[in-house]
Structures are given as structure tokens and as C-alpha cells.
Nanobody, 123 residues
Framework: QVQLVESGGGFVQAGGSLRLSCAAS????????MGWFRQAPGKEREFVAA????????RYADSVKGRFTISRDNAKNTVYLQMISLKPEDTAVYYC????????????????WGQGTQVSVSS
């Protein structure tokens, strides 16, 4: 019954911006760390950003720190990823995920995953 649905991906030029959204249902949203991961063809899925249940703690991969911002609106059961100054190396399928642990950087800590949304950045 748990469902995570990403949206907001698309095609942008380098230096552009996108805002991804992930709408959750079927779970007590505020009880979960929410994370964003990404995966490019032929590469392993990698951690991007995470936010604690109440929104008070955020963590970022070094590759996106200063460019991406994760946030959440628990009243809307939605987590966001605001991406600015996009680079071609940001091109990937972006997934949101929900975890009941605080081991935010480890993909196997996450219980539920969305289907992903494609982000493509041209040079």
C-alpha cells in the first residue's frame, strides 16, 4: 500500500534548475527519514541527500552540496529536491526513498522506493 511517486524531472541546459517532488502515501510520513538517490546507466545507485522526519537535519553528498536543497512538507506528505547550477554529471534517474533508520547514506537502510524520474542535463 505504500507508494512514493516522483515528479519534476526533465531536460535542462547546464546551469539550469529543476525541482523534484516525491509524494508519499500509505505510511506515517513524519516517522521516516526521506532520501534522494540517483543512478546513471552502468553506475551504482548513489546517495544524493536526506532529511530527518521533522526536517531538522539534512545531509548531502559532497558532489551536490551547495547546489541542491532537500526539504519536506509533512502536512502534504511530500519531500522536495531543489537543484540549481545543474551539471551534465547530474544526469541520472532520481529516486526518492523512505527509511525508518537514521543511516541515511546507505541505500539498504531504506524500506520503500519510488519508480524514479529522469533528469537530463545537456552541456
Amino acid at each position: 500500500q505504500v507508494q512514493l511517486v516522483e515528479s519534476g524531472g526533465g531536460f535542462v541546459q547546464a546551469g539550469g534548475s529543476l525541482r523534484l517532488s516525491c509524494a508519499a502515501s500509505g505510511l506515517t510520513f513524519s516517522n521516516y527519514y526521506m532520501g534522494w538517490f540517483r543512478q546513471a546507466p552502468g553506475k551504482e545507485r548513489e546517495f544524493v541527500a536526506a532529511i530527518s522526519g521533522g526536517g531538522g537535519t539534512t545531509r548531502y553528498a559532497d558532489s551536490v552540496k551547495g547546489r541542491f536543497t532537500i526539504s519536506r512538507d509533512n502536512a502534504k506528505n511530500t519531500v522536495y529536491l531543489q537543484m540549481i547550477s545543474l551539471k551534465p554529471e547530474d544526469t541520472a534517474v532520481y529516486y526518492c526513498a523512505a527509511s525508518r533508520t537514521s543511516i541515511y547514506y546507505y541505500s539498504r537502510s531504506y524500506d520503500y522506493w519510488g519508480q524514479g524520474t529522469q533528469v537530463s542535463v545537456s552541456s
